[in-house]
C-alpha cells in the first residue's frame, strides 16, 4: 500500500483576524518533489513552517506518513528542513553540526560519525569534516545544510528557498544536485520558492499560492499550458493576457475573436461572455510576410537583446498590446511599422475572467 | 531523566516526609537538637498537632495516582492543590494566630513558625507536576521545560516582586493595629509633606514629591544635555578620545551610588576644599549651599551624564551618514543639515535619555541621602519613615506608592515613546559615508559644556581614589595609610593570621551574597529574555508586564516591599542572608534580561527552529545550540549581576542586619558619622574589586563588547540606583 508522505486537510494559519495560510488541502506523493510556488507573503513558507511545526496550525489537520503530526512539535516530527540561511550552527564544525539530529535521537557519538561522515560524501563534502561553518563558501554551507538533514533520513525534506542565497551561475548548478540527490535517495521533498522557472525545472508537481489559498496544484505542464486563472497565468512566463469575447461554444471547443482572427480554442468550461486569453510570447510570431490570418499591428517599442529582438506590438482595432520576440537580429524592425502577427493556437490558453 | 514525574513525586513526597517544615535558618543545628520545628509536615501533623497539614498529602496522592494511570489531569490537579492549601493554610494560620480575623469563628487559634525548606521544595515540587501534566496535557506543544521555565519564572516573580508590591499597598491602607483604614490612607497620601507649596510662598519646604519631581525634571535636563554635547563631541569630531569613551561607558556601572556625594562634600561642603580655598583667597563667604537641591543635583549630573552619553551616542551613531550626505548635495551647509536632518532624526533618543535620567534621579537613593539636607525627597523620606524616630510603616509605604508611580509612568512613557518612534535607520550594513562636521558654534558649545565637566569629574574620582589615603583631604594632605589599615588590616595574633580591619567582615558578606547571587541573577534573567523573545504563550502579555516592573521599581521601594512581605511567616526572610541574596537576584534580574533580550536578537530565530527539526527538544537546543552561541552575554550577565549587587545600596539599607552588614552600607555609616577617610578608602577598595570584575569580561570576551553591552542597556531602558 503507498500511503500518502503528507497530507494537508483544511488547514489554516491566523495571526490575529489575518490568515496567512487559509483553508488549504492538499497531498505529496512519496518520493515526489512539490514545489510551493508564489509571490512574497503568500503563505508559501509558513505552509513549510506549519508542516515541519515550526508554527501550530489554528485549523485543520496535518498527517505525515498517515499519522496525525498536527499536535506536535517540530521535534517530535519525521521531517527535517533546509533553511534560507542554512541555519548551520556557527560554533560546532561539519562533522558535529552534520550528527547534531542523530546525536539528540541518543545514537552514540561513534555510530553518528559514521553516518554523517557517508552522508557529508553523498553530498561531495568529503575532507570538509572539520572546518568550522564560517570557513566555507556558500555553495559548502549549503550542502552541509542538506547534509544535515538527510543524515536523519526523514519522511518529508523540506527546503525553503534553498538557492536565495547563492549567486545566479551556481543556482542552476546546486538545483540540478538537489533534484538529481531526491531522485537517487528517493526522497519526499517540499520545496518552497518565488522563482517560477526553479519551480518547473526542478518538481514533479507544484502548488501555486497566492494570498494564503492555493490557485493552482498541478504538472509543471499543466501548470504552463493550463493555468486554471490569470493570475496562474501571469504568474508563470510571461504570459500576454487580453481580455476577449467568447462568441461561440460547442462540447470541446470555444471560439474567441481577436482583431480579425477566430481561434478555436479548449473550452474548459468557460461559458459565452467574456474571458482572458493568455497568449505565451513562442505563440506569437511576426508575420514576415506571409499571407494567411494574421493579426494586424504596428510596433510600439523596439529592444535589441543579442541573441533575438523583442517588440510590442499594439494590435489595430484593439485595446491592447503584446509582447513578440523574433530571432532575427540582422534587420530589425522600427517603431512605427506594420507588423502582422501570426498566432498558434496551440500555446494560448483561454482562463476565466477575474 | 525519561520520565521526570517520578523524581518530581518523589520530592514532593520526600519534602513532607523527610525536610523539616519550618524554619529556613540553622536548620542543621535544629535537627541535630531535634527542635520539635524541625520535624517535616507528616510529624507536624501527628504529633505536633498540626492537623492542617494533612491536606497536603493529597497533592502527592493525586499526583501518584495519575502517574500509575497515565492521566496527566491529575498531576495538574495534585500540584495546584499542594500549592493552593500550602499558600491557604500559610496565610490563615500564623505566628500569632488567625492571618484573618473573620477565622475566629472556628475558635482558638493555632499558631505556626514560618515556612522551611520542606515547605519550599514541596512547593517547588508542586509546580514541576503542574509544569509537567500541562506539558502531557500538549501545552506549549508537550515541552516539559518551555512550561516549567513559564511557572517557575512567572511564580518567582509573582512571589518576589508581586506579592511584594501589594504588600505595599496593603500596608498604606492599614493602621497601626492592623485594620483597614483607607481614611487614614487618604489623609496619609494627601499629607502636606508630601505635596505641599511652603517653598513657593515663603516659610517651610516643598513636599517631598514635589522636590522628587523638580529635581528630576532637572537632572533629566542636564543629564541629557551633558550627554548628548559629549557624544556630539566623541562621535562627530576628530577629537581622539577612544579611552576616555571606555573610561566613561564603564563608570556609572563601578561607582556605588553615594560616593560621588560624599567627594562633592568633601569638596564644596561647608568645611570642603574648594569652599575653604574661595574663602582664603577670595574672601567667598562659606555656605552650605552644596546641602539641598544644588547639590544633589550636580551629583547626580555628574553621575548619570555617562548613561545619558551612551545612549545619544548609539542613536547619533545610528543615524545614517547618507541622509546627511544627502542633504549636503542638496546645497545644506553644516547648520542647516544639522538642524533640519540630524536634530530631527535624534530627537527621539533625546526624549528616552531624558526619561531615563529623570527614572534614574527620581530613584536615586545615595546622593539624597548624602547631601540631602532639608531638601526632602522621596526615596530618602521611605528610609526615614522606616528607620527615624517616627517608624512609621503606613508612611513609608504611602510614599514607596508615589514614588512607583512616578517611576512607573515614566518608564511606561519611555517604552511607548520607544515603540512609537524607530528612530534608527541602521541596517547594519551597506551604509558607508562620512558624518558631516559640527557647526563651528555648536562645536564651541559642546566643548565649552564637556571640558569642565571632565574637569569635575576627574577632581571628583581623584578624591574617592586618593583621598582615603591623606590624613584631611585639603587641609591637611600628609599621606596616611592609617584609614586603610583601620579598614584592611591583617593581624598576625594567637592562632595565626587574622583580618583584623573593620572593614572585612562587611566586605566578605558583600562579596559572599554577591556571588551567591550572580548565578541565579544572570540565570533568571537569561531565562525571561528568552522566553520573551522565543516563546509564544497563554498570558505572555501579562509575564511581559511583570518582568518590565522589575526594571522600573526603585531600589528603596523594593527594600520596603520585602520588609513588609517577608517581616512575618508564612516567608520570614529578614535577618537573613537569605532575603538580601533575594532582593539582589529580583533587583537585578533586568541586567541579565537585557543581555539576554540584546544578543537573542542578533541571533537568527533560524538556528533554534533548525536545532528542533533535527529532533532536539528546548532544553537541548537551549543547551546545545542557544547559551554557547550567547556566551558573551551570559559572562556578561554573570559580572554585572555581581558588580551591581556590590554597589546596591537602595535596596538593601533597610534589609543588612549586624550579621549581614554589606560594604556599601557600611560606607554610608561611617559617612555619616563623619570618617569620610574610612568611607573613601572602602568605595575605593570596591571600586578596585569591580574594575577587576570588568576586567575578567574584557579577558573572556573581548574589548569591543563593553561598550555595545553599555549601548544596549543605555538604550533598553532603565537601571535604577
Redesign the interface.
Known amino acids: 500500500m503507498n500511503r500518502l508522505a503528507v497530507e494537508f486537510q483544511g488547514v489554516s494559519k491566523l495571526y490575529g483576524q489575518a490568515a496567512a495560510v487559509d483553508d488549504v488541502s492538499f497531498t505529496i506523493e512519496p518520493g515526489t518533489l512539490v514545489t510551493l510556488l508564489g509571490p512574497s507573503g503568500c503563505g508559501k513558507t509558513t505552509t513549510l513552517r506549519l508542516l515541519a511545526g515550526l508554527e501550530p496550525a489554528s485549523r485543520g489537520r496535518i498527517l505525515i506518513g498517515g499519522r496525525d503530526v498536527t499536535a506536535l512539535s517540530a521535534a517530535e516530527r519525521n521531517v527535517s528542513m533546509v533553511f534560507q540561511s542554512y541555519a548551520l550552527f556557527p560554533h560546532m564544525n561539519v562533522r558535529e553540526n552534520a550528527c547534531y539530529g542523530l546525536r539528540a535521537g541518543g545514537m552514540r557519538r561513534a555510530e553518528a560519525e559514521a553516518v554523517a561522515r557517508e552522508k557529508l560524501r553523498q553530498v561531495g563534502l568529503a575532507g570538509f569534516e572539520e572546518r568550522l561553518p564560517g570557513q566555507l563558501s556558500g555553495g559548502q554551507q549549503q550542502r552541509v545544510a542538506v547534509a544535515r538533514a538527510i543524515v536523519l533520513e526523514p519522511e518529508v525534506l523540506l527546503f525553503d528557498e534553498p538557492l536565495s542565497n547563492l549567486d545566479a551561475k551556481l543556482r542552476r548548478h546546486v538545483r540540478d544536485e538537489i533534484r538529481a540527490l531526491q531522485q537517487t535517495l528517493k526522497l519526499t521533498v517540499v520545496y518552497v520558492t518565488h522563482d517560477q522557472q526553479e519551480a518547473l525545472a526542478v518538481s514533479d508537481r507544484v502548488i501555486v499560492m497566492n494570498a494564503g489559498r492555493i490557485a493552482q496544484d498541478g504538472s509543471p505542464r499543466e501548470l504552463y499550458e493550463q493555468p486554471v486563472s490569470r493570475f496562474v497565468a501571469d504568474f508563470i512566463g510571461d504570459a500576454n493576457l487580453m481580455p476577449v469575447t467568447v462568441c461561440g461554444i460547442d462540447d470541446a471547443t470555444a471560439s474567441v475573436s481577436l482583431g480579425g482572427v477566430t481561434l478555436s480554442l479548449p473550452r474548459r468550461g468557460l461559458a459565452d461572455g467574456t474571458a482572458e486569453l493568455a497568449v505565451r510570447p513562442q505563440a506569437l510570431r511576426l508575420a514576415h510576410g506571409t499571407t494567411g490570418p494574421v493579426l494586424p499591428g504596428h510596433i510600439r517599442k523596439v529592444c535589441y537583446l543579442g541573441s533575438h529582438m523583442e517588440y510590442e506590438v499594439v494590435l489595430d482595432g484593439i485595446a491592447g498590446a503584446f509582447f513578440i520576440s523574433d530571432p532575427d537580429v540582422v534587420r530589425p524592425l522600427v517603431e512605427g511599422d506594420a507588423a502582422g502577427i501570426l498566432v498558434d493556437a496551440a500555446a494560448v490558453a483561454l482562463v476565466p475572467p477575474e | 531523566m525519561k520520565r521526570p514525574e517520578r523524581l518530581w513525586l518523589a520530592l514532593a513526597a520526600a519534602a513532607l516526609v523527610v525536610l523539616p517544615w519550618y524554619g529556613l535558618e540553622d536548620t542543621v543545628d535544629a535537627v541535630l537538637a531535634l527542635r520539635p520545628e524541625a520535624m517535616p509536615a507528616l510529624g507536624q501533623a501527628a504529633f505536633g498537632g498540626c492537623f492542617w497539614l494533612l491536606p497536603l498529602l493529597l497533592a502527592p496522592a493525586l499526583a501518584g495516582w495519575g502517574v500509575a494511570r497515565g492521566r496527566p489531569r491529575l498531576l495538574v490537579a495534585g500540584g495546584v492543590i499542594g500549592i493552593a492549601w500550602l499558600a491557604l493554610e500559610g496565610l490563615a494560620i500564623i505566628h500569632r494566630g488567625w492571618g484573618w480575623d473573620f477565622l475566629s469563628v472556628l475558635g482558638p487559634a493555632p499558631t505556626q513558625p514560618a515556612l522551611g525548606w520542606g515547605a519550599l521544595l514541596f512547593a517547588l515540587s508542586c509546580a514541576m507536576l503542574v509544569a509537567i501534566g500541562l506539558a502531557r496535557l500538549?501545552r506549549c506543544?508537550?515541552?516539559v521545560f518551555v512550561v516549567a521555565a513559564i511557572l517557575l519564572t512567572g511564580l518567582s516573580i509573582l512571589l518576589f516582586i508581586g506579592l511584594p508590591l501589594l504588600s505595599v499597598l496593603a500596608s498604606a491602607v492599614r493602621d497601626d493595629a492592623g485594620h483597614t483604614d483607607v481614611s487614614q490612607f487618604l489623609h496619609k497620601l494627601t499629607d502636606g509633606s508630601i505635596w505641599g507649596f511652603g517653598c513657593l510662598h515663603g516659610g517651610g519646604a516643598c513636599g517631598s514629591a514635589w522636590n522628587s519631581l523638580a529635581m528630576a525634571l532637572l537632572v533629566g535636563v542636564t543629564s541629557t544635555a551633558l550627554g548628548l554635547a559629549f557624544a556630539l563631541v566623541a562621535v562627530r569630531t576628530r577629537v581622539r578620545m577612544k579611552s576616555l569613551l571606555g573610561l566613561l561607558s564603564i563608570l556609572p556601572v563601578i561607582t556605588p551610588p553615594f560616593v560621588i556625594g560624599l567627594a562633592l562634600i568633601i569638596l564644596f561642603g561647608h568645611a570642603g576644599m574648594a569652599t575653604v580655598f574661595l574663602a582664603d583667597h577670595f574672601d567667598i563667604p562659606r555656605s552650605r549651599w552644596i546641602y539641598g537641591l544644588p547639590g544633589i543635583a550636580i551629583a547626580q549630573t555628574l553621575a548619570f551624564t555617562p548613561i545619558a552619553y551612551l545612549v545619544m551616542a548609539g542613536v547619533l551613531q545610528a543615524v545614517s551618514p547618507s541622509m546627511e550626505e544627502a542633504a549636503q548635495t542638496l546645497r545644506a551647509g553644516p547648520w542647516r543639515t544639522f538642524r533640519t536632518v540630524t536634530w530631527p532624526l535624534i530627537r527621539p533618543g533625546i526624549a528616552n535619555a531624558f526619561l531615563i535620567g529623570f527614572i534614574e534621579s527620581m530613584a536615586d537613593f545615595g546622593n539624597p541621602l548624602m547631601l540631602g539636607g532639608n531638601y526632602t525627597v522621596l526615596s530618602t523620606d521611605i528610609f526615614f519613615a522606616v528607620v527615624g524616630a517616627t517608624h512609621d510603616q503606613g508612611r513609608a509605604a504611602v510614599l514607596a506608592i508615589v514614588l512607583l508611580v512616578f517611576t512607573l509612568s515614566a518608564f511606561m512613557a519611555q517604552r511607548l515613546w520607544q515603540e512609537g518612534r524607530s528612530f534608527t535607520s541602521v541596517s547594519g550594513k551597506g551604509d558607508a559615508g562620512l558624518h558631516p562636521p559640527l557647526p563651528g558654534g555648536l562645536k564651541a558649545l559642546c566643548a565649552a559644556a564637556v571640558l569642565p565637566w571632565i574637569v569635575l569629574t576627574v577632581v571628583v574620582y581623584g578624591i574617592i581614589l586618593g583621598g582615603g589615603f591623606v590624613v584631611d583631604f585639603g587641609r591637611d594632605n600628609s599621606l596616611t595609610l592609617k584609614y586603610f589599615l583601620t579598614a584592611f588590616s591583617i593581624e598576625h595574633g594567637v592562632g595565626g593570621w587574622f583580618l583584623s580591619g573593620s572593614a572585612w567582615s562587611s566586605f566578605i558578606t558583600t562579596l559572599e551574597l554577591a556571588l551567591v547571587a550572580m548565578p541565579f541573577t544572570a540565570g533568571l534573567g537569561l531565562l525571561t529574555a528568552w522566553l520573551l523573545a522565543r516563546q509564544d504563550f497563554a498570558g505572555k502579555g501579562l509575564f511581559e508586564f511583570g518582568t518590565m516592573m522589575s526594571f522600573a521599581i526603585p531600589g528603596t521601594v523594593i527594600g520596603i516591599a520585602y520588609i513588609l512581605a517577608f517581616n512575618v511567616p508564612p516567608l520570614e526572610l529578614t535577618g537573613t542572608g537569605i532575603i538580601l541574596v533575594l532582593a539582589f537576584v529580583f533587583r537585578n534580574m533586568p541586567v541579565g534580561i537585557r543581555a539576554g533580550l540584546a544578543s537573542l536578537s542578533q541571533l537568527?530565530r533560524?538556528?533554534d527552529?533548525?536545532?528542533?527539526?533535527?529532533?532536539?527538544?528546548?532544553f537541548?537546543t537551549v543547551r546545545?545550540?542557544v547559551l554557547?552561541?550567547i556566551r558573551p552575554a551570559v559572562i556578561t550577565a554573570m559580572v554585572y549581576a555581581f558588580v551591581r549587587a556590590v554597589t546596591a545600596v537602595s535596596a538593601v539599607i533597610f534589609l543588612t542586619t549586624a550579621q549581614y552588614q554589606l560594604a556599601t552600607v557600611y560606607i554610608v555609616g561611617r559617612a555619616d558619622v563623619g570618617e569620610d577617610g574610612m568611607a573613601l578608602v572602602y568605595s575605593a577598595a570596591l571600586i578596585v574589586v569591580m574594575v577587576a570584575a570588568l576586567g575578567i569580561i574584557v579577558l573572556l570576551v573581548g574589548r569591543q563588547r563593553i561598550g555595545r553591552r553599555g549601548l544596549a542597556a543605555g538604550n533598553m531602558g532603565v537601571g535604577v540606583a
Open positions: 500538549g506543544r508537550g515541552d537568527d533560524s538556528l527552529e533548525a536545532s528542533l527539526t533535527l529532533g532536539a527538544r528546548s537541548r546545545l545550540v554557547p552561541i
